[in-house]
C-alpha cells in the first residue's frame, strides 16, 4: 500500500475533473442555504453523511474487487436524480482518462470498454485505487474528502469566503471523514459475503432537487 499514491489519487489537482464541480453548493449559495463558514460546515456534513457514505462504500466496494458492473448498476439505483447520474458518469469518464494515464489497469480498461460513456465516478475512482495497490478504505477516505472539499473550495469562489475559514470547516469534519470511510469500508467488506444489500443507500433528496434545479439554469459558474 502507497501512502504517496492516496496522496496523488485525493490530490485536488489531479486532472479528473471535479474542479468544475461544486457538488451542489452553487444551488444551495443562491437559494440562501450557505452563507456563512457555520452553514458551510453543515451543508458538507448533511452531504458526507448521506450521499458521501454511499458513494464511499461503492468506491470501496470496487477497490476490494467486486464487479464494476454490477456496482455501476447499484450506483444507478442508488441515484435518484438523472442530472446526478449524468453529473456522475462525466467525473467517471474523466477520471478514467487520468486513472489510465497514471495507473494503467486491465481492469480499469476493461470497465472503459464496456462503459464508453462513463461509468459512475466512484467506481472508477475504486478501480483506480486498487490499480495504484490502494485497499478499500483508501479509496473510501478519497471519496469522503471529495465529498466535502468540492463544496468548501466552491464556496470560497461563490461567496468569496475566506479560505482558511473553509479549510477550518474541513479540518473540524476530519474525525467524522474517518468515521464515514471506516463505516464504508466495513459496508464493501459484507457485500463481499452477502451482496450488495449490505451497501448504504443513505440519500439527500434537497441535494436530489436543487441538482435538478441547478441543471435547468441557462447560466451556472459549476457544472453542477
Not at 467517471?92 to 495507473?103: E, I, L, N, P, S
Not at 441535494?207 to 439554469?217: G, T
Request: glycine share 8%; with cysteine.
Amino acid at each position: 500500500m502507497s501512502r504517496a499514491a492516496l496522496l496523488v489519487l485525493a490530490d485536488g489537482r489531479f486532472p479528473a475533473g471535479g474542479h468544475a464541480h461544486s457538488g451542489g453548493a452553487e444551488a444551495a449559495v443562491k437559494a440562501g442555504r450557505i452563507r456563512t463558514p457555520a452553514d458551510l460546515a453543515g451543508f458538507c456534513r448533511g452531504r458526507l453523511h448521506t450521499a458521501g457514505l454511499t458513494s464511499a462504500a461503492l468506491a470501496a466496494a470496487a477497490a476490494a474487487g467486486l464487479d464494476p458492473l454490477a456496482l455501476d448498476e447499484a450506483a444507478d439505483a442508488r441515484t435518484p436524480s438523472p442530472a446526478l447520474r449524468t453529473t456522475a458518469r462525466k467525473l467517471g469518464r474523466q477520471m478514467m482518462r487520468a486513472a489510465r494515464a497514471t495507473w494503467p489497469s486491465g481492469e480499469l480498461d476493461a470497465l472503459a470498454a464496456a462503459r464508453p460513456r462513463g461509468a459512475h465516478q466512484p467506481i472508477v475512482l475504486g478501480l483506480a485505487a486498487r490499480a495504484a495497490g490502494l485497499g478499500p478504505e483508501d479509496a473510501a477516505h478519497c471519496v469522503a474528502y471529495e465529498m466535502v472539499s468540492g463544496p468548501a473550495t466552491a464556496a470560497v469562489r461563490l461567496l468569496s469566503l475566506d479560505p482558511f475559514d473553509a479549510t477550518a470547516v474541513l479540518a473540524r469534519l476530519a474525525p467524522e471523514l474517518d468515521d464515514v470511510a471506516r463505516r464504508a469500508a466495513v459496508a464493501a467488506a459484507e457485500a463481499v459475503v452477502e451482496g450488495f444489500d449490505a451497501l448504504p443507500a443513505a440519500s439527500a433528496p434537497l441535494l436530489d432537487v436543487m441538482a435538478e434545479v441547478h441543471a435547468a439554469w441557462p447560466v451556472r459558474l459549476f457544472a453542477s
